[in-house]
């Protein structure tokens, strides 16, 4: 009998050891709704005064989605990627012209899709 107990015990730390043992609850993701009026905060935050983006405001945002989308779950990923697309090429100091008119068509259609997917889901950022 102490034979079966001895190996049970084995067992029972090699699998606890295999695995890492107990670990701490992961943080809960942000869902979109969530994240929403953390989004327009952000860019809020970075205003820099200017009528259109200028590249460090690009930039500025850019960064508060990086840190942003390490904190939520796919569908605010997905909405956050939008509005990433759009302030990278303006964060590139697109030229005069038409390549700058193209770049803030498609940020005012990511503001638009972003107002789009936080009203669906109950959100009143960007509205």
């Known amino acids: 009998m102490r034979t079966t ?20 609850k992961a943080e809960p993701k942000l869902t979109l709704k969530q994240a929403c009026p953390l989004i327009e905060k952000a860019i809020q935050d970075a205003d820099d005064g200017e009528m259109f983006t200028s590249p460090t405001k690009a930039q500025s945002i ?41 770049a803030m068509s498609r940020e005012t259609s990511a503001f638009e899709t ?8 109950g959100s009143s950022a960007f509205q």
């Open 5 to 24: 107990e001895s190996i049970v015990g084995l067992v029972l730390a090699v699998s606890l050891t295999g695995c890492g043992g107990v670990t701490a």
């Open 62 to 102: 850019l960064d508060a989605m990086a840190k942003l989308a390490k904190r939520s779950d796919t569908e605010a990923r997905n909405a956050i990627d939008v509005l990433v697309e759009a302030e990278q090429v303006l964060a590139n100091d697109p030229k005069p012209g038409q390549d700058s008119i193209d």
């Open 114 to 121: 972003l107002a789009t997917r936080c009203a669906a889901v």
